[in-house]
């Protein structure tokens, strides 16, 4: 008897793994059904995803982008077009940058007294000291520009970058009834490339 409830636990632990393993497969190529800007010269970019996500998920991942090079991001879920325009995404990037640091240390400092013996005291001192700092500085925010689903820059350096997805929800209505359990949205995040134009003279 308690061999068949162990085993009942285990199965109840197992189940969610089970059913959030299936949604991944059924969400593998969900960003190959976003819409593209190939007419406009934009190759898809091969740091796409696509992943299962429940209702108010926020999914951050990192990116590399290419000096002079142009980039368009966006976000869809075409099993849930009940999510179309409610996307918020942001592009971040972590600056490090050194700053001054000052600090109040005492150091021991002598001197005569009027019975002309040695006397050690605390004084105080400023110690500076040179420290990197790391903060994080949003990029882009679609949430200050109309809730865009898409953004097209251009990178004057290669750096990395964090794009982070805020997966909506969507108050009243159910999933799709295409994933199991219908707990889960398929989302993909397409990025796209083309080369960005130079301006100047090149010979």
């Not at 189940?15 to 190529?29: G, H, K, M, V, W």
């Not at 002079?68 to 009940?82: D, F, G």
Request: with cysteine; hydrophobic share 30%.
């Amino acid at each position: 008897m308690k061999r068949i409830n162990f085993l009942t636990i285990i199965l109840l632990m197992a189940t969610p793994l089970i059913d959030f393993a299936q949604s991944q497969r059924e969400c593998y190529n969900t960003v190959s059904f976003c819409e593209t800007e190939r007419k406009a010269g934009f190759t898809k970019n091969m740091q796409s995803l696509s992943g299962a996500f429940k209702q108010g998920d926020t999914s951050e991942v990192q990116i590399i982008v290419y000096k002079n090079m142009e980039y368009r991001i966006s976000v869809c879920s075409p099993s849930n077009p009940e999510f179309l325009g409610k996307f918020q995404f942001k592009i971040a990037e972590d600056l490090r940058k050194g700053a001054w640091k000052e600090t109040t240390i005492y150091v021991d400092s002598t001197y005569k007294d009027e019975n002309y013996d040695t006397q050690t005291v605390k004084v105080p001192k400023i110690q500076r000291k040179r420290v990197y700092e790391t903060t994080e500085e949003v990029r882009y925010d679609n949430a200050d520009d109309e809730m865009n689903q898409d953004f097209i820059f251009t990178s004057n350096k290669t750096r990395k970058l964090k794009v982070k997805v805020y997966v909506p929800n969507a108050e009243g209505e159910d999933m799709s009834s295409g994933l199991s359990g219908s707990s889960y949205a398929c989302v993909g995040l397409l990025i796209e490339h083309q080369p960005g134009v130079i301006s100047g003279f090149s010979r």
